[in-house]
Every structure is written in structure tokens, then in C-alpha cells.
């Protein structure tokens, strides 16, 4: 049983920070070091001096990123820069956005707009073996540490858990709709560079909390972005816990900030990662004849000046493809084209990966990585993780880029791993390859923040 829970959060005053795209950030595994650079002079209150403090060769345990982000944290509370709600809220979120260039890759040019529905809640933390909340990737511990370091010093979730949940009777539409068409507008509305208009309406009316937590309360949870901050909010939880052996069990940090947003919902987009091997011994000579006894290969050839025709043909075809079969797109360097590689038959799986689960055999991103780069090319699952051997692009163009310009040998196009993939994945408590989904639009930090004191209560309605 989820236990999801409205909860006082914290928010920007814009009377005192003015512009509130100016102190919003992406989260902070995604902002490279130059954003982080332009987030810190977009605004002296940006969030990313809370979620991704800069380092310095200064650094002490007594003052470091972690302790400069707290003390920013409660100066900004002090002035009144962050207020926090008078009572318990639930924060539902509208994002409107163009689907992006990569989505539309082979697709119509023409861009629309989507809509992606969702809301802001407290859930209580439960393990994994629980089978309430589900992963479906591997996390590594130096992201959860930084993370954890960063909670102990501020006793805060400053960005939210992405998570799913399946709603096919579509029974939270009328309350998404008696929120979303209220006369009086959001709470708050930011338009990003990215023309992603984010809109926020705060809601504690009794009544729809009660009906809106009945809905929820049998559902499972996948989580489909921040397995990191949520196996970092456990660990915070158990540590709290020891410190506080009295606690009751509705202390905040039993609890993490989440936001849930249904997997039917028609903006709930996952884009594919791209990826470029560069290897120092790959086997051109033979690689195409190797590739041979596991796939059926289509060509797409092109002069130069139709490169972007021919790619746009190849990404139409695996489109079509993605419900019908098993293909990935591939450009070689040195070669005008571009190829399409249709697995011959399953068998191959078996054959190569035994026992390998139907929920992972049906990925595309595992047709890549088994047959192609750990049995042909013998980078393995450690390579993988340590991030050697393999470049990861969101763009094809910045893929196909980096092998004409020599930063690899050959290119692998991916179709988007489908929600339901996520659901089903997670289900049978296995663990996709990593880079293996890429929610878009990634949620905002700095549009609330949920305090965690451990001398408070957690209301569950």
C-alpha cells in the first residue's frame, strides 16, 4: 500500500527574487559545469547553490559544498527569500512542451505541443523488496553518498523522486481537470529556455485529498527518474531513525519528496540515448561480417549532401519497426550509409544470454548491448558501468558527428524504450543496462522544497 501524503512545503517568493525562472535549475545530475557556472550567475538565490554547491580546492569538513549549501538554505529561510505553506499541500504540475528534435527524429518535422499531468506529494519510503516502490536501474554509490552528504547538511529534499504510476480507467482525470481548470489560474507559472511552460496549483482542500488518496493508495510506484535520491532518502531514513529511537514512523523522514505522474499520460515521453564506440583494437575488417550471422542488414547510402535525408529515411523505418521487430540503426566509419540491423531470430538470445528474462530480452538497448557490444565487440557489463568504451549522445547528428570526426568507430540508433517496458521490467525486479531511458522534460528543481525536521508529523489522509 503507498502511502502518499500532502506535506508544508517551501517555496520562492517572487516578491523577493523577482523573476522565478531565474532560481529554477534542471537537477543537478544533468547541469554540466559551464550551466552550473551560468546558474550561479543567473541569480544569487538559484537553487543550484542548493543542489549542486561548487567545489573549491579550499574545501574543509567544515566548509565545503555541503555546509555552504546549508547555510544558504537558512539564510534564504531567514529572509523570508523561501516560505513555507501554513499547511499540508499537494502541488499538481502541468508542463507543456514541444516534442524535441530527437523524438521527432524520421517523424512529420512539424512540431506539437503535449502535455504531460502530474502532482507533488510525500510517499512513504519503503525497500524495494516490499514490491510497493519499484527501480529498474542500478545505482552507484559515489552519487548516493554526495546526495546523502548533502541531506544530513540540510535536512531537505531540495528536487523531486520521478515516478509512474498506471491509471488505465483514467480514474485521476476529473481530479486533474477540477484542479487544472480552476478559474483562478496556478500558483505559479514559469516558461523556460526551452519554451517548456511549467504550471504549479497548490491544493489542500479536504475533500479532494480524500478522494485523490483513495485512488492512489493501491497503487504500485515505479520509479522512472532519481533511483539515486531515493535509495539516498532509505539510507538518510535509517540513519534518522537510529538517532531518534522513538520515532513514530510519521517523522518527514520517513518520507521523500516525489512526483507521480501517470504512464498513460500522452506526455510521459522517454528518449533514446544514442551511443559511440571507440574501442583501440575495433575489427573493421570483419565487423560487418560478424554482424552478418546475428542480423539482417538494410543499407542507406547517401552523398554527402543527403546524409540527412538518408538518416531521417533510417530513423523512419526502425519508427516503424519498434512494435514489429527487433532493429537498431548503425553508422560505420568510413562508409556513405547508414545501416539497419533486423535481429534474424530470438534464438540468438537464447543461445548467447540463457536465462535471460522476457522483460530485458524485449529492449532494444539490450539487442545492443548483449549480441553487439559484450559478445562481438567484449566490452562487458564492468566496461559498461565504468563508462569505458562507449560514448552516449541524445542528438544522432552529435552521434554520427563523433565518428566522422574520429572520437569513435561506429554509431548505434536506438527507438525509445516504452513505458510499458518500464513497467514490466520493474515487475519482474530486474534492472535495465544504464542510459537506457531519458524522461523528458526533466522536472525542475527550486519549484518547492520539502523540509524534513525530524520533531515534525507526516498527516496521511
Known amino acids: 500500500m503507498a502511502l502518499i501524503a500532502p506535506f508544508r512545503g517551501i517555496q520562492y517568493d517572487p516578491e523577493k527574487v523577482g523573476d522565478l525562472r531565474l532560481v529554477v535549475a534542471p537537477p543537478y545530475d544533468v547541469i554540466s559545469p559551464a550551466e552550473q557556472d551560468s546558474l550561479y550567475k543567473r541569480h544569487p538565490q538559484n537553487i543550484v547553490r542548493l543542489i549542486l554547491n561548487k567545489e573549491t580546492q579550499e574545501d574543509t569538513p567544515r566548509n565545503n559544498r555541503y555546509t555552504r549549501a546549508a547555510d544558504s538554505y537558512r539564510q534564504w529561510l531567514a529572509a523570508g527569500v523561501l516560505t513555507r505553506a501554513s499547511r499540508p499541500l499537494y502541488y ?17 518535422s512539424a512540431s506539437h505541443r503535449v502535455t504531460r499531468r502530474g502532482f507533488i506529494g510525500v510517499i512513504r519510503l519503503e525497500e524495494f523488496r516490499a514490491g510497493i516502490v519499484l527501480p529498474h536501474e542500478k545505482t552507484q554509490n559515489k552519487p548516493k553518498a554526495d546526495r546523502l552528504a548533502l541531506m544530513e547538511a540540510c ?53 479532494l485529498l480524500a478522494r485523490f488518496s483513495q485512488i492512489m493508495r493501491p497503487q504500485k510506484i515505479f520509479i522512472a527518474d532519481g533511483h539515486h535520491r531515493y535509495e539516498t532518502a532509505l539510507a538518510y531514513r535509517n540513519k534518522q531513525a537510529n538517532r531518534f529511537p522513538e520515532n513514530t514512523g510519521r517523522e518527514p523522514y520517513h518520507f521523500t519528496m516525489m512526483y507521480f505522474s501517470a504512464m498513460e499520460d500522452a506526455g510521459v515521453l522517454i528518449l533514446p540515448t544514442h551511443r559511440v564506440v571507440h574501442l583501440p583494437d575495433f575489427p573493421a575488417s570483419s565487423f560487418l561480417e560478424k554482424l552478418e550471422a546475428l542480423f539482417t542488414i538494410e543499407k542507406f547510402p547517401f552523398a554527402s549532401p543527403s546524409e540527412e535525408a538518408a538518416g531521417n529515411g533510417l530513423f523512419q523505418e526502425m519508427a516503424r519497426r519498434a512494435d514489429q521487430g527487433r532493429s537498431l540503426g548503425m553508422f560505420l566509419k568510413g562508409t556513405d550509409q547508414f545501416f539497419l540491423l533486423s535481429l534474424k531470430s530470438d534464438r540468438i538470445f537464447r543461445e548467447i544470454a540463457p536465462g535471460l528474462s522476457p522483460a530485458l530480452q524485449a529492449l532494444d538497448v539490450t539487442l545492443l548491448h548483449i549480441p553487439i557490444l559484450q559478445n562481438l565487440l567484449k566490452i562487458g557489463p564492468e566496461e559498461l558501468s565504468a563508462g569505458k568504451y562507449v560514448l552516449y549522445f541524445q542528438e544522432p547528428r552529435e552521434a554520427v558527428e563523433a565518428v566522422q570526426s574520429g572520437k569513435g568507430q561506429v554509431a548505434f540508433f536506438l527507438n525509445p524504450t516504452r513505458v510499458y517496458q518500464v513497467r514490466d521490467v520493474s515487475l519482474a525486479q530486474e534492472t535495465m543496462p544504464s542510459k537506457s531511458t531519458f524522461f523528458y522534460p526533466k522536472l525542475l528543481s527550486g519549484l518547492v522544497i520539502n523540509p524534513l525536521d525530524p520533531h515534525e508529523q507526516i498527516i496521511v489522509p
Open 155 to 207: 535536512q531537505a529534499n531540495f528536487s523531486q523522486v520521478f515516478s509512474l504510476y498506471a491509471d488505465p480507467e483514467r480514474l485521476m482525470d476529473p481530479i486533474y481537470e477540477e484542479v487544472f481548470s480552476d478559474p483562478a489560474g496556478p500558483n505559479l507559472e514559469i516558461t523556460d529556455e526551452n519554451e517548456i511552460r511549467h504550471s504549479l496549483w497548490r491544493v489542500g482542500n479536504p475533500d
Open 92 to 108: 499538481f504540475l502541468q508542463e507543456d512542451f514541444d516534442f524535441p528534435s530527437q523524438f521527432l527524429a524520421g517523424r512529420p
